[in-house]
């Protein structure tokens, strides 16, 4: 079980300073607990410190960039520093993605979005683990994405990180084993309103806009928040999550259906400049938790069957053509 109750609890979270990020960092705040803040955006982290100390909690901003070792690991410090040794609860949630042909995105964008949605993973864990033994307790979240089951066709960099994310919580869950007290737990979201598809890398030159239904980035706050005070190892927000991932296991031909459809959406879309957006620097946005996506003509039930019957008669046919 993780703690009873996070009043007073030590929090980290990288990427706070938008997104699902910011939303938890409110979410852990109204909860009383101690907030340890991380991004790369020092003015908007600041913000959402000050947002964090508006409900009553503790909270600092901590700039760093997951992809630099030594900055995970000052940023430890600093949550030690603030628990008087101790820290609860750590979640990797920093991340960035860059969309376009495979051969046609520059590889270092490819590395950075690797260095950033997996390898970030692996040095918030490295820098935490420690202070969690040592207290015989703790909870590492981690956020994944239904895109860890389903790969995403021109976003590869962030398909093989978020597929290895899986595999590297699993393995760690293994290694602790004899440490009852140290949980690391999956949330899978399905798409978020986040200012995520607007502020990453886009090598396609075409009009990015995320598929219906989106959902608020704050039911991604509360399962974190639900994780913390009783782990498990995996959960899922929104039932397009699930749905698309029973859609890969019993659809065959799923990964090339997923490629016909992305790249024709893709080739109908707007052209737009190309751009690397927040890939190696903070984004000029706005900062905030939503994207501004969503809006009234976002029916989650009616997208929901429309969807599961697509996928019904989408598998029903290829079943077909197979035989």
């Not at 918030?124 to 895109?147: C, D, E």
């Not at 602790?176 to 090598?203: E, K, Q």
Request: aromatic fraction near 6%; proline fraction near 5%; hydrophobic fraction near 40%.
């Amino acid at each position: 079980m993780g703690k009873a109750t996070l009043d007073g609890a030590v929090v980290v979270i990288t990427g706070a300073s938008s997104g699902i990020g910011r939303a938890a960092a409110q979410a852990f705040a109204r909860r009383g607990a101690r907030l340890v803040l991380a991004a790369r955006d020092a003015e908007a982290l600041r913000e959402a410190a000050d947002e964090c100390r508006s409900f009553g909690s503790e909270a600092i901003a901590v700039p760093t960039d997951v992809t630099q070792g030594d900055e995970v690991e000052n940023l430890a410090s600093a949550a030690a520093a603030l628990g008087q040794g101790r820290i609860d609860v750590w979640i990797n949630n920093a991340g960035i993605g860059a969309v376009g042909a495979f051969d046609e995105t520059p590889l270092d964008a490819h590395e950075q979005v690797v260095q950033t949605d997996l390898l970030g993973y692996l040095r918030g864990a490295h820098a935490v683990l420690p202070y969690f033994k040592q207290q015989r307790s703790g909870v590492l979240i981690n956020t994944l994405s239904m895109g860890s089951w389903l790969a995403q066709p021109y976003a590869v960099a962030y398909s093989a990180s978020k597929f290895g994310l899986r595999g590297f919580s699993q393995a760690l869950r293994g290694e602790l084993g004899a440490w009852p007290g140290i949980h690391v737990c999956d949330v899978y979201p399905s798409v978020v309103d986040t200012p995520g598809f607007r502020d990453g890398g886009n090598y396609a030159g075409r009009s990015l806009q995320p598929p219906p239904p989106l959902y608020d980035p704050r039911r991604v706050a509360d399962a974190m928040v639900s994780l913390a005070l009783h782990p498990r190892h995996t959960t899922s927000v929104g039932a397009v999550a699930t749905l698309l991932r029973l859609a890969h296991f019993l659809t065959p031909g799923f990964d090339r259906l997923n490629g016909l459809l992305t790249g024709t959406a893709l080739q109908r879309a707007r052209r737009v400049p190309t751009s690397s957006g927040n890939l190696f620097h903070p984004s000029l946005g706005q900062r905030r938790i939503d994207g501004g996506w969503r809006g009234e003509a976002h029916d989650t039930g009616r997208w929901l069957l429309v969807g599961g019957l697509a996928v019904g008669l989408i598998g029903l046919c290829l079943c077909r053509h197979r035989r």
